[in-house]
């Protein structure tokens, strides 16, 4: 691995961070056109493969193109459910059919896709997970019944891809399993959660009420695809397959937005001058703005790391950087916001600046799509070998 980026990585962040630069910067920007333009250039599917419609890239070069929307103020969440997390699950282990049908859409940016794995009553628990799926012996349909929370855009996703349980019928217990859930589908239902989180995508509860799906649902086709050819434990595959590139996206996404909140404070205090020099020349300004530099760049190398395992084919390798690498980020983006804000003072918590938005922003990078706390005890548990407490 290289910590220096190649020469084509290089321009596609030139290219991107000069596209987004060119859309204004809102708190809720029209984020469904900037998508499909970014589609047409084939940012949103640079990690899909070619023979779908895809850049033929991987996570490295998705989540570079997410990091420098971000640091031009113009994120994109979808990117971390669609591409990333959907897309990839797909690509690696969707059906021929599956593959036709969703990884070209999902490439050019006429289809998306959200992903609902949390519960209620769950948490970042995933053993307690009890949306099930069970076979309709007569028609051979699968039978979806439980409850998701924060699922993100499924108004604006043409399907979910469902993280449920169904019943091996070897051995009897519950595995994971990854379903295709169309936006209409009967008993499907979705409620809106009133967040205060000004944001495009919105985030929703889902009630699915023995909601029928073919039996090409399943993401790899068959019972004999899920617990069989695959291996037993195929549906947990599935699920982490997903997992670490939403880690890595998210560390992107979280140091895009740092980088933006830091380039606004550096650009203000350059020209902000109260006494006889900008505010910028004192060392309680400037440091701060410099220690908050260096630790989006760590942070950085950490997902660099995270992105080439996993494009290398390294999972468990992959599963521990990724989760590095989104705690480094996280920390590092809500420090970065947040000296920021202090800053410009008064100016940072008024809506010109774009600033004031971001301190809730920042926060979400810390909680989702797993809790600061839930990735030191893995560390914890996986990386020093340390005794469970739970």
Same mark, same amino acid.
């Given at each position: 691995?290289?910590?220096?980026?190649?020469?084509?990585?290089?321009?596609?962040?030139?290219a991107?961070?000069?596209?987004?630069?060119? $859309?204004?910067?809102?708190?809720?920007?029209?984020?469904?056109?900037?998508?499909?333009?970014?589609?047409?250039?084939?940012?949103?599917?640079?990690?899909?493969?070619e %023979?779908y419609?895809?850049?033929?890239?991987? /996570?490295?070069e998705?989540?570079?193109?997410?990091?420098?929307?971000?640091?031009?103020?113009?994120? *994109?969440?979808?990117?971390?459910?669609?591409?990333?997390?959907?897309?990839?699950? !797909?690509?690696?282990f969707?059906?021929?059919?599956?593959?036709?049908?969703?990884?070209?859409?999902?490439?050019?940016?006429?289809?998306?896709?959200?992903?609902? /794995?949390?519960?209620?009553?769950?948490?970042s628990?995933? $053993?307690? /997970?009890?949306?099930?799926?069970?076979?309709?012996?007569d028609?051979g349909?699968?039978?979806?019944?439980?409850?998701?929370?924060?699922?993100?855009? @499924?108004?604006?996703?043409?399907?979910?891809? !469902? @993280?449920?349980?169904t019943?091996?019928?070897?051995?009897g217990?519950?595995?994971?399993?990854?379903? !295709?859930?169309?936006?209409?589908?009967?008993?499907?239902?979705?409620?809106? !959660?009133?967040m205060?989180?000004?944001?495009?995508?919105?985030?929703?509860? *889902? @009630? *699915?009420?023995? @909601?029928?799906?073919?039996?090409?649902?399943?993401?790899?086709?068959?019972?004999? $695809? %899920?617990?069989?050819?695959?291996?037993?434990?195929?549906? *947990?595959?599935?699920?982490f397959?997903?997992?670490?590139?939403?880690? /890595?996206?998210? =560390?992107a996404?979280?140091?895009?937005?740092?980088?933006? %909140?830091?380039?606004?404070?550096?650009?203000?205090?350059?020209?902000?001058?109260?006494?006889?020099?900008?505010? +910028?020349?004192?060392?309680?300004?400037? $440091?701060?703005?410099?220690?908050?530099?260096?630790?989006?760049?760590?942070?950085?190398?950490?997902?660099?790391?995270?992105?080439?395992?996993?494009?290398?084919?390294?999972?468990?390798? =992959?599963?521990?950087?990724?989760?590095?690498?989104?705690?480094?980020?996280?920390?590092?983006?809500v420090?970065?916001?947040?000296?920021?804000?202090?800053t410009?003072? +008064?100016?940072?918590?008024?809506?010109?600046?774009?600033?004031?938005?971001?301190?809730?922003?920042?926060?979400?990078?810390?909680?989702?799509?797993?809790?600061r706390?839930?990735?030191?005890?893995?560390?914890?548990?996986?990386?020093?070998?340390?005794?469970?407490?739970?």
């Amino acid at each position: 691995m290289s910590v220096i980026e190649s020469e084509e990585h290089k321009a596609l962040r030139e290219a991107v961070a000069s596209f987004a630069k060119n $859309h204004p910067s809102t708190p809720a920007p029209d984020s469904r056109r900037f998508w499909q333009e970014a589609a047409k250039l084939g940012y949103i599917g640079v990690n899909l493969p070619e %023979a779908y419609g895809g850049g033929g890239g991987g /996570i490295t070069e998705l989540c570079l193109v997410l990091e420098e929307m971000g640091a031009a103020g113009n994120p *994109l969440l979808m990117m971390i459910v669609s591409p990333a997390i959907c897309g990839t699950v !797909i690509s690696r282990f969707g059906t021929e059919a599956q593959k036709r049908e969703w990884l070209p859409a999902l490439a050019d940016g006429s289809r998306l896709m959200a992903f609902g /794995i949390t519960e209620p009553d769950a948490g970042s628990n995933s $053993h307690r /997970i009890t949306t099930t799926a069970r076979r309709d012996p007569d028609t051979g349909d699968w039978l979806l019944t439980g409850r998701k929370v924060f699922v993100s855009g @499924v108004d604006i996703a043409d399907a979910t891809l !469902i @993280v449920g349980r169904t019943e091996d019928a070897r051995t009897g217990s519950l595995k994971p399993c990854l379903f !295709i859930v169309p936006r209409d589908t009967p008993g499907f239902g979705r409620r809106m !959660i009133d967040m205060e989180l000004n944001a495009a995508e919105k985030q929703f509860e *889902l @009630v *699915l009420d023995d @909601v029928r799906l073919p039996a090409d649902a399943l993401v790899g086709g068959g019972p004999s $695809h %899920a617990f069989g050819s695959g291996g037993e434990d195929a549906g *947990l595959l599935q699920l982490f397959a997903g997992l670490n590139p939403e880690r /890595i996206m998210t =560390a992107a996404f979280a140091i895009g937005m740092g980088r933006f %909140a830091l380039s606004r404070a550096v650009e203000y205090a350059r020209e902000r001058t109260v006494w006889k020099a900008p505010i +910028g020349a004192h060392q309680a300004i400037a $440091h701060p703005l410099a220690q908050a530099h260096i630790e989006l760049e760590l942070a950085r190398l950490m997902m660099q790391k995270a992105a080439y395992l996993y494009d290398a084919g390294d999972d468990v390798g =992959a599963g521990e950087a990724a989760n590095m690498a989104k705690y480094a980020a996280a920390e590092a983006c809500v420090k970065a916001v947040d000296q920021a804000v202090h800053t410009l003072g +008064g100016n940072g918590l008024t809506r010109e600046f774009g600033l004031a938005r971001l301190i809730t922003a920042a926060r979400v990078s810390r909680i989702a799509p797993v809790s600061r706390e839930m990735i030191l005890n893995y560390v914890s548990h996986q990386t020093l070998g340390l005794p469970k407490s739970y």
